[in-house]
């Protein structure tokens, strides 16, 4: 046996993903021993402070990547190189601007998570802690922990670090879903859902690990990657093992067939959190698969090709196909970031520069605009009618999700729903926005790739999306809010909420759970005003939205100019 | 002769800073600073005009380029030959008469409302894409701006229009789109085909390439779909009357007089220079189509009973002729093509605004609400005929030169398509005479009877395009010296032998 030596570490290259880990765990400290009144506004600065200071080192370290193309950390375990720090940079960023939304509490006073996520649904404990003002600042590290696992996802260099960063990303996120202070019920299957579906996908990505390294006796990608150019005698071994490998990462993203879970997630867990968890886990998730496609498996391109264009028409198809039945603006929204991970791979198929160019562009794009859509859907809300005034103005509930409830916004709110229609826009992929222009690379970085047909299908899915993005635009802007016209309206808005209850299985307590189910039959639409930070985060969004739009080539050169992978 | 000032920067900006200014400024002085915008950029145009050698109007000048995406191989490229710089003029001419048509539309009968300050600001971002459009000298910012055009009409459709305008704007929005995006993967081929690198996209650099004739096929249908659906042409035609019926009349006038010759145009300058083999193989089914247009347009209508979806089918129609002249591969015929793009603009303008009058005054657009007005509103009437029978092409309008020369023209190459395109002259005449007929002859009606005739601001919304027409109807000169070169390039790139037409056509078109 060899004598144990410790790797030296370069602590400066790994310095995004340890600053946000450290303040995670001091996080937690916080939690211990701050007094509760100071928890909140402590940890929001900690965990501000962390994610802008990880831009800060991936920003500091951008040179040095440049010019020699990357560092390998801890014994070859990370790979500190030019896509690492793109997609640590587009996770940071992404992480902060959310993490903005996540703390705002608008103007009730209340954030987006179960007072106490301990207490029974419907529960009298509940009720008193919510009479208390109790809040979870626990949210704060978890956040922290999530990104931490984000930021090491794509920068992994074997297959055990892989699997570690998953679950150090995932343990969080099933939390973090199952926190709701709304729907609680909803929000906690959408949680059990995920973790079960979760754990399963991460058996399945493990066993692959297994299964690759009984064929190569490695767990490094380049090791891996040099063994598939070797012909052994044990190919079906190889060719299992990278099938379930791709299988769990591919569920992370949302891919069909491992789809099933993205929309009762998306509906399901608080909506803020859904912004980040939409943006950040897809850049995350991604950014591990063209790693894993790129660096270890090319030899295997020829066999894996048929099950990732599968994978990939799949995707586009029933992503686009579902969004237009749905009826529930987070379904639909779920739905599109589908369609969103099958436009996605269509670049990573490509297998050349201009794919990974693309494809880390479009995280970034996609990214901004699903954290600003979310952050809109957030605030727009159920407003509870007093039985003697339905117009009054009763406390407000949750988020008004049914598409119905949205009409007429453009009237009542316009700023809120242009910005709303540029996310949407984006979506869409309409020039001058930055969508245009991320589905532009990738599709073109497929046609150079020789994936023409996927470009082809990916066109004419678009075209089809536009339209449920269209008939959103059309709802806010060209229909008659419900409010304008009479009471009569309130029954079959209620319809829809309890629709949507219903998928939450014994859902009738949730509804218990609110104070003023009595009056729920005149419940309208409102929009919440915020403390500032979620407008901040909008603002950003919209305006990285059509600032890259317009003028996507500072960003394109500088992500060309380190898009390669360090072997 | 290249100008230092960049004139079609200019033309494109004015517009969007008024645009954006509208935002900016209360309702009260939208329409002041609308018109004030919408002329500055129409003297702007004019002065551009002084700036474009027309000895040389074949070809592209005032032109810009400036690397925007270069990571994609794509230009902000401006640049216009003769037909391009007519279609600004006419474009940016139009635009300040729309305004003033609009001055009381959207509630505001006494002071503006910010409903007519929206729809002013929006009018005016749509001359800025417009101008550009025209102008594009890249094949990717074209399609940019071919697309980026929808979103303003679709909302000054959907948000201004009538009662089914929902409907109209979406039906706009999914034809218009489709198109584009298959047109989008055309594009993204073609760049693929030509030399790359950051200016990859430019129209010149993609221009004469070596394509295989499968591909050039495909790609030539792609761009022509899109085109097609634009222009409007038949089978893809049916969203128009549609947005024409629903949409204010200013949309209308913008939309097909103005934005629908983005499609005409765009098959000009861009499917015969780029894919001049497959424009060839396409050429006899694009004529059947075009007849069919004429005809099948100015049959349906005969048979409207709502004046707006009259106008919109009389749109059809004289689409096909323009698209019969451009595929006819003559002279005559591409460059009375052009000249009858600019003609149309000013008669549709005309029959839409007119219209617009009318049944604001009316508050109804069936023609069977109308009747008797020649007395009522003669100035009204006097106008709407004019309008009427240059839809026509009457002789000593400057819609009869265009169409003269794009029947001539295409007699040389296609007689069989000539003579039965020119039963839609036949046709025109019908449906033109019949609709005055029933609307301004005949016993005058008691509902009517109180209808106030053209004021001066109607008058002055009309009288430039009158004079328009009748001016080149007279003297179609000028005008042809800057669509007849760029005709002439034209079938050069495309490759095919010139036919003359007969002397007669080349000399006394218009005497």
Same mark, same amino acid.
């Given at each position: 046996?060899?004598?144990?030596?410790?790797?030296?570490?370069?602590?400066?290259?790994?310095?995004?993903?340890?600053?946000?880990?450290?303040?995670?765990?001091?996080?937690?400290?916080?939690?211990?021993?701050?007094?509760?009144?100071?928890? %909140?506004?402590?940890?929001?600065?900690?965990?501000?402070?962390?994610?802008?200071?990880?831009?800060?080192?991936?920003?500091?370290?951008?040179?040095?990547?440049?010019?020699?193309?990357?560092?390998?950390?801890?014994?070859?375990?990370?790979?500190?190189?030019?896509?690492?720090?793109?997609?640590?940079?587009?996770?940071?960023?992404?992480?902060?601007?959310?993490?903005?939304?996540?703390?705002?509490?608008? /103007?009730?006073?209340?954030?987006?998570?179960?007072?106490?996520?301990?207490? &029974?649904?419907?529960?009298?404990?509940?009720?008193?802690?919510?009479?208390?003002?109790?809040?979870?600042?626990?949210?704060?590290?978890?956040?922290?922990?999530?990104?931490?696992?984000?930021?090491?996802?794509?920068?992994?260099?074997?297959?055990?670090?892989?699997?570690?960063?998953?679950? &150090?990303?995932?343990?969080?996120?099933?939390?973090?879903?199952?926190?709701?202070?709304?729907?609680?019920?909803?929000?906690? /299957?959408?949680?059990?859902?995920?973790?079960?579906?979760?754990?399963?996908?991460?058996?399945?990505?493990?066993?692959?690990?297994?299964?690759?390294?009984?064929?190569?006796?490695?767990?490094?990608?380049?090791?891996?990657?040099?063994?598939?150019?070797?012909?052994?005698?044990?190919?079906?071994?190889?060719?299992?093992?990278?099938?379930?490998?791709?299988?769990?990462?591919?569920?992370?993203?949302?891919?069909?067939?491992?789809?099933?879970?993205?929309?009762?997630?998306?509906?399901?867990?608080?909506?803020?959190?859904?912004?980040?968890?939409?943006?950040?886990?897809?850049?995350?998730?991604?950014?591990?698969?063209?790693?894993?496609?790129?660096?270890?498996?090319?030899?295997?391109?020829?066999?894996?090709?048929?099950?990732?264009?599968?994978?990939?028409?799949?995707?586009?198809?029933? =992503?686009?196909?579902?969004?237009?039945?749905?009826?529930?603006?987070?379904?639909?929204? =779920?739905?599109?970031?589908?369609?969103?991970?099958?436009?996605?791979?269509?670049?990573?198929?490509?297998?050349?520069?201009a794919?990974?160019v693309?494809?880390?562009?479009?995280?970034?794009?996609?990214?901004?605009?699903?954290?600003?859509?979310?952050?809109? &859907?957030?605030?727009?809300? /159920? %407003?509870?009618? %007093?039985?003697?005034?339905?117009?009054?103005?009763?406390?407000?509930?949750? /988020?008004?999700?049914?598409?119905?409830?949205?009409?007429?916004?453009?009237?009542?709110?316009?700023?809120?729903?242009?910005?709303?229609?540029?996310?949407?826009?984006?979506?869409?992929?309409?020039?001058?926005?930055?969508?245009?222009a991320?589905?532009?690379s &990738?599709?073109?970085?497929?046609?150079?790739? =020789?994936?023409?047909?996927?470009?082809?299908?990916?066109?004419?899915?678009?075209?089809?999306?536009?339209?449920?993005?269209?008939?959103?635009?059309?709802?806010?802007?060209?229909?008659?809010?419900?409010?304008?016209?009479?009471?009569?309206?309130?029954?079959?808005?209620?319809?829809?909420?309890?629709?949507?209850?219903?998928?939450?299985?014994?859902?009738?307590?949730?509804?218990?759970?609110?104070?003023?189910?009595?009056?729920?039959?005149?419940?309208?639409?409102?929009?919440?005003?915020?403390?500032?930070?979620?407008?901040?985060?909008?603002?950003?969004?919209?305006?990285?939205?059509?600032?890259?739009?317009?003028f996507p080539s500072p960003v394109l050169d500088l992500i060309a100019s380190?898009?390669?992978?360090?072997? | 002769?290249?100008?230092?000032?960049?004139? $079609?920067?200019?033309?494109?900006?004015?517009?969007?800073?008024?645009?954006?200014?509208?935002?900016?400024?209360?309702?009260?002085?939208?329409?002041?600073?609308?018109?004030?915008?919408?002329?500055?950029?129409?003297?702007?145009?004019?002065?551009?005009?002084?700036?474009?050698?027309?000895?040389?109007?074949?070809?592209?000048?005032?032109?810009?380029v400036h690397g925007w995406i270069p990571a994609f191989g794509v230009s902000y490229a401006?640049?216009?030959?003769?037909?391009?710089?007519?279609?600004?003029?006419?474009?940016?001419? !139009?635009?300040?008469?729309?305004?003033?048509?609009?001055?009381?539309?959207? @509630?505001?009968?006494?002071?503006?409302?910010?409903?007519?300050?929206?729809?002013?600001?929006?009018?005016? $971002?749509?001359?800025?894409?417009?101008?550009?459009?025209?102008?594009?000298?890249d094949?990717f910012f074209?399609?940019?701006?071919?697309?980026?055009?929808?979103?303003?009409?679709?909302?000054?459709?959907?948000?201004?229009?009538?009662?089914?305008?929902?409907?109209?704007?979406?039906?706009?929005?999914?034809?218009?789109?489709?198109?584009?995006?298959?047109?989008?993967?055309?594009?993204?081929?073609?760049y693929?085909?030509?030399p790359g690198g950051p200016q990859g996209f430019l129209?010149?650099n993609?221009?004469?390439?070596?394509?295989?004739?499968?591909?050039?096929?495909?790609?030539?249908?792609?761009?022509?779909?899109?085109?097609?659906?634009?222009?409007?042409?038949?089978?893809?035609?049916?969203?128009?009357?549609?947005?024409?019926?629903?949409?204010?009349?200013?949309?209308?006038?913008?939309?097909?007089?103005?934005?629908?010759?983005?499609?005409?145009?765009?098959?000009?300058?861009?499917?015969?220079?780029?894919?001049?083999?497959?424009?060839?193989?396409?050429?006899?089914?694009?004529?059947?189509?075009?007849? !069919?247009?004429?005809?099948?347009?100015?049959?349906?209508? !005969?048979?409207?009973?709502?004046?707006?979806?009259?106008?919109?089918?009389?749109?059809?129609?004289?689409?096909?002729?323009?698209?019969?002249?451009?595929?006819?591969?003559?002279?005559?015929?591409?460059?009375?093509?052009?000249?009858?793009?600019?003609?149309?603009?000013?008669?549709?303008?005309?029959?839409?605004?007119?219209?617009?009058?009318?049944?604001?005054?009316?508050?109804?657009?069936? !023609?069977?609400?109308?009747? @008797?007005?020649?007395?009522?509103?003669?100035?009204?009437?006097?106008?709407?005929?004019?309008?009427?029978?240059?839809?026509?092409?009457?002789?000593?309008?400057?819609?009869?030169?265009?169409?003269?020369?794009?029947?001539?023209?295409?007699?040389?190459?296609?007689?069989?398509?000539?003579?039965?395109?020119?039963?839609?002259?036949?046709?025109?005449?019908?449906?033109?005479?019949?609709?005055?007929?029933?609307?301004?002859?005949?016993?005058?009606?008691?509902?009517?009877?109180?209808?106030?005739?053209?004021?001066?601001?109607?008058?002055?919304?009309?009288?430039?395009?009158?004079?328009?027409?009748?001016?080149?109807?007279?003297?179609?000169?000028?005008?042809?010296?800057?669509?007849?070169?760029?005709?002439?390039?034209?079938?050069?790139?495309?490759?095919?032998?010139?036919?003359?037409?007969?002397?007669?056509?080349?000399? @006394?078109?218009?005497?």
């Amino acid at each position: 046996m060899t004598e144990f030596v410790a790797p030296t570490v370069d602590w400066a290259a790994l310095s995004p993903v340890v600053i946000v880990l450290l303040a995670a765990v001091v996080g937690v400290l916080v939690e211990a021993f701050v007094p509760a009144r100071a928890r %909140r506004t402590v940890q929001l600065t900690l965990a501000v402070a962390a994610l802008a200071g990880a831009v800060i080192a991936v920003a500091a370290l951008w040179n040095g990547v440049e010019a020699s193309g990357g560092t390998v950390v801890l014994g070859g375990s990370l790979l500190v190189d030019g896509p690492t720090l793109v997609l640590q940079a587009t996770i940071a960023l992404l992480a902060l601007v959310s993490l903005l939304i996540i703390a705002d509490r608008t /103007e009730t006073g209340e954030d987006a998570f179960a007072p106490n996520a301990a207490a &029974v649904p419907g529960s009298d404990y509940e009720e008193l802690a919510r009479r208390k003002g109790v809040q979870q600042t626990e949210i704060y590290p978890l956040v922290l922990f999530a990104t931490g696992g984000m930021l090491i996802f794509p920068a992994t260099g074997d297959l055990l670090t892989l699997f570690v960063a998953l679950e &150090v990303l995932s343990l969080p996120l099933y939390l973090l879903t199952g926190m709701a202070r709304r729907r609680r019920l909803l929000s906690q /299957e959408a949680s059990m859902k995920y973790f079960l579906l979760g754990a399963f996908s991460s058996a399945l990505l493990l066993f692959g690990i297994a299964l690759v390294y009984g064929y190569s006796g490695s767990l490094r990608y380049s090791e891996i990657s040099e063994a598939t150019q070797v012909p052994g005698g044990m190919d079906g071994l190889l060719l299992v093992g990278s099938v379930l490998i791709l299988s769990g990462l591919l569920f992370k993203v949302g891919a069909v067939p491992f789809h099933t879970w993205t929309p009762d997630v998306y509906q399901g867990a608080p909506t803020p959190i859904t912004g980040f968890m939409a943006a950040c886990t897809k850049a995350a998730a991604f950014g591990a698969l063209l790693r894993v496609v790129y660096t270890m498996l090319p030899g295997m391109a020829w066999d894996l090709g048929v099950l990732l264009w599968t994978v990939a028409i799949l995707t586009m198809v029933v =992503g686009t196909v579902a969004a237009l039945v749905q009826t529930d603006m987070k379904r639909v929204l =779920g739905y599109s970031s589908i369609a969103h991970a099958g436009f996605i791979l269509t670049g990573i198929i490509a297998l050349n520069e201009a794919g990974i160019v693309a494809v880390l562009f479009y995280l970034l794009v996609y990214g901004a605009a699903t954290v600003g859509a979310f952050g809109i &859907v957030w605030l727009v809300r /159920e %407003r509870a009618g %007093r039985p003697d005034d339905p117009e009054g103005n009763g406390p407000v509930l949750g /988020e008004a999700t049914h598409l119905s409830q949205w009409a007429g916004l453009g009237r009542t709110h316009p700023l809120l729903a242009l910005t709303f229609a540029l996310f949407l826009l984006s979506f869409a992929g309409i020039p001058l926005t930055a969508g245009f222009a991320g589905k532009f690379s &990738v599709f073109s970085a497929a046609v150079e790739g =020789g994936a023409w047909p996927l470009a082809l299908i990916g066109v004419l899915a678009s075209s089809v999306a536009v339209f449920f993005y269209v008939r959103i635009i059309v709802l806010m802007f060209f229909t008659e809010p419900a409010g304008a016209q009479d009471e009569g309206t309130g029954p079959s808005s209620l319809a829809p909420s309890a629709e949507g209850f219903a998928l939450g299985g014994d859902s009738a307590v949730a509804v218990e759970a609110e104070p003023v189910v009595q009056a729920r039959s005149t419940v309208s639409t409102t929009v919440v005003g915020t403390e500032g930070l979620a407008v901040v985060a909008i603002a950003v969004c919209a305006l990285v939205t059509i600032v890259l739009g317009v003028f996507p080539s500072p960003v394109l050169d500088l992500i060309a100019s380190v898009a390669t992978f360090l072997a | 002769m290249s100008s230092s000032f960049p004139w $079609l920067t200019a033309l494109i900006v004015v517009p969007l800073l008024g645009a954006v200014a509208m935002w900016a400024i209360p309702a009260g002085r939208a329409r002041a600073v609308a018109l004030g915008v919408s002329l500055l950029e129409l003297a702007l145009g004019v002065v551009a005009l002084t700036a474009f050698d027309v000895a040389a109007a074949g070809e592209v000048q005032l032109l810009e380029v400036h690397g925007w995406i270069p990571a994609f191989g794509v230009s902000y490229a401006v640049g216009v030959d003769g037909v391009g710089l007519i279609l600004v003029l006419m474009s940016v001419l !139009i635009v300040p008469l729309v305004v003033l048509a609009a001055w009381r539309e959207q @509630g505001s009968l006494t002071v503006a409302t910010d409903q007519l300050r929206r729809y002013l600001a929006l009018v005016l $971002l749509l001359e800025a894409f417009i101008v550009a459009v025209f102008a594009a000298r890249d094949v990717f910012f074209f399609y940019v701006l071919f697309e980026a055009m929808l979103i303003p009409v679709y909302f000054m459709i959907g948000l201004f229009g009538g009662a089914q305008r929902r409907y109209a704007a979406v039906k706009f929005l999914l034809y218009s789109l489709t198109g584009g995006l298959i047109m989008l993967v055309a594009v993204i081929a073609l760049y693929l085909q030509g030399p790359g690198g950051p200016q990859g996209f430019l129209t010149e650099n993609l221009t004469g390439l070596t394509l295989d004739p499968t591909a050039e096929k495909l790609m030539f249908c792609a761009f022509f779909l899109a085109f097609a659906i634009k222009a409007p042409m038949f089978p893809v035609h049916t969203w128009l009357p549609d947005a024409a019926q629903q949409a204010p009349a200013g949309t209308s006038t913008l939309l097909v007089g103005v934005l629908d010759k983005v499609g005409t145009f765009g098959m000009l300058t861009l499917c015969l220079p780029l894919f001049p083999n497959a424009s060839r193989w396409a050429a006899p089914v694009v004529i059947v189509l075009a007849v !069919i247009s004429i005809l099948y347009g100015a049959l349906l209508a !005969i048979g409207q009973k709502d004046l707006m979806r009259l106008i919109a089918y009389t749109s059809v129609s004289h689409f096909g002729f323009i698209v019969l002249g451009i595929f006819a591969f003559t002279s005559t015929s591409v460059a009375g093509s052009s000249f009858y793009m600019v003609n149309h603009g000013l008669s549709t303008a005309a029959l839409f605004l007119i219209a617009g009058f009318l049944v604001a005054r009316r508050g109804s657009q069936q !023609i069977a609400d109308f009747g @008797g007005l020649q007395k009522i509103v003669p100035v009204l009437a006097g106008t709407f005929l004019v309008a009427g029978l240059s839809a026509l092409s009457l002789p000593g309008l400057s819609t009869f030169v265009s169409e003269f020369l794009v029947i001539v023209g295409t007699f040389a190459r296609h007689p069989a398509a000539a003579v039965v395109s020119s039963l839609g002259v036949v046709l025109a005449a019908i449906y033109v005479l019949w609709t005055y007929q029933r609307m301004f002859t005949g016993p005058e009606r008691p509902e009517l009877a109180g209808m106030v005739d053209a004021g001066t601001r109607e008058r002055w919304v009309v009288a430039p395009l009158l004079a328009l027409m009748v001016v080149f109807g007279f003297v179609p000169g000028p005008a042809l010296d800057l669509v007849r070169p760029p005709a002439s390039v034209t079938l050069d790139q495309v490759g095919v032998q010139d036919l003359p037409a007969t002397a007669a056509t080349e000399e @006394g078109s218009d005497r």
